[in-house]
């Protein structure tokens, strides 16, 4: 039944590729990859394969990529992604030497892929659980290890009617949290270790080599700034119209989708506040002698909002912030990155749809992180906020401590793997 679904969810992609952009790039995409692995992975290349869903798990298994790229030279690594939003994003990745979609999860599929990719051992990061792949690597005596995984109770491996095959499957399972390690054991997995979440080593390094933003400086002139990092329609209809009754705060607004239609909408929403937008200031017009920007320099401590219409910048921009909403929490996928925010002891802030992401749910048990559910519920936050800036800088505090507590994620994986890195060795 799972094959015949894989098949369908294939047939269903080509056909919703003509009326979708986003189909349309990973429909094309895997059209590619067996030509890809045929052209870039020779018969004696050892290869790593790391297969990230999006743009979220990449960053989550970046760092360990990393580390074994640095240690382990003679292997070539192949980056995976399933969706386009992590692959278009991430295509020239220099810590990979291969990078492709990987092909929907069908017997014949993970065959052909497997055959040309021939991995020594494979990380699937987080969510990553397609049986096909896992079974056909388990039939191929390839290790295979789950990176930064989640288990829940309401997954289907846990029900009566769930299917644990492909777990069976992994040679070793890194956690995030002990109710994972507990479900595993209770479900007779004792190949598992708790580590705790990569992305956390990650937005430690992204902060100590956060570049310096003048542009951004400038802007907030010292005024209490409020950031929306990836925020979606359903976000800005809450926040945008709160700050137009605070113009005391700086606005950063970093929407989720950069596009000049979104953009046109965000602007209209701020009609009568004076913006600018990122790309028409860029940092590089920094005069260093003068400490301003020629000829822009009151206008930018002027503006109201700053709209960064661009990506690349958010992690760095952060550093700048007293607040952060991080955006996605009314839309299905549920929020975006809330460490990346939170390691510069900002407090964050999201919308209900946050349930699935363990860090969010603790930093919301300690206080570092808040939910609103709406504009009144928003609009009580900030007010707290703006009432007591002690609450405000405790909260972030709270926030950076629970990152750098969780940091060692990285080494911990990579220590479990490196037997295999070992053993693989001719």
Known sequence: MYSIAMYLMSFGAFIGAIFSKKLRLQVKGQAKTFYILHKYIKKNDRVVWV??????????????????RHRHPEYKILLTFFSPSGYEVRKDYEGAD??????????????????????????????????????????????????SSIFRPTQHF?????????????????????????????????????????RFDRVILVRKMSANLPLVKTFCDGKPTFIAGS???????????????????????APHKITGHHISQI???????????????????FNHERGVFDGRDERLRDAEVLIVDFFGKLSSIYRYCDVA?????????????????????????????????????????????????DSATFA??????????ESMKEAGKIASDYIYSGSGAVRKCYEGIKSTLKEQSH
């Open 51 to 68: 297969h990230a869903a999006s743009l979220g798990e990449f960053e989550q298994g970046r760092l360990l990529m990393e580390l074994i």
């Open 267 to 285: 602007c209209s929403m701020l009609e009568g506040r004076k913006v600018v937008l990122y790309s028409e200031i860029e940092d590089n017009d």
């Open 231 to 253: 925020s979606w329609e359903s976000d800005e209809e809450i926040y945008i119209p709160y700050f137009a009754k605070h113009k005391d705060w700086k606005l950063i607004i």
């Open 98 to 147: 291969v990078i492709c979609y990987l092909p929907f999860d069908t017997p014949g599929n993970a065959a052909s892929f497997l055959r040309l990719a021939h991995p020594e051992f494979g990380i699937l990061i987080k969510y990553e659980f397609w049986a096909n792949y896992l079974m056909m690597a388990k039939h191929w005596k390839i290790p295979m290890y789950s990176v």
């Open 380 to 389: 009580q936050l900030m007010d707290d906020f703006i009432a007591d800036p």
């Open 158 to 198: 846990f029900r009566w009617y769930g299917n644990k095959a492909p777990l069976r499957c992994f040679t070793h399972f890194f956690v995030q949290n002990e109710e994972s390690l507990q479900l595993l054991g209770n479900a007779g997995f004792n190949n598992v270790t708790v580590v705790g979440d990569t």
């Open 325 to 373: 909403l991080i955006g996605g929490g009314f839309i299905t996928s549920g929020i975006h990155n809330v460490p990346e925010a939170a390691v510069y002891g900002v407090p964050t802030i999201f919308g209900p749809n946050s349930k699935k992401f363990q860090e969010a749910q603790t930093l919301l048990q300690l206080g570092g992180s808040f939910e609103f559910t």
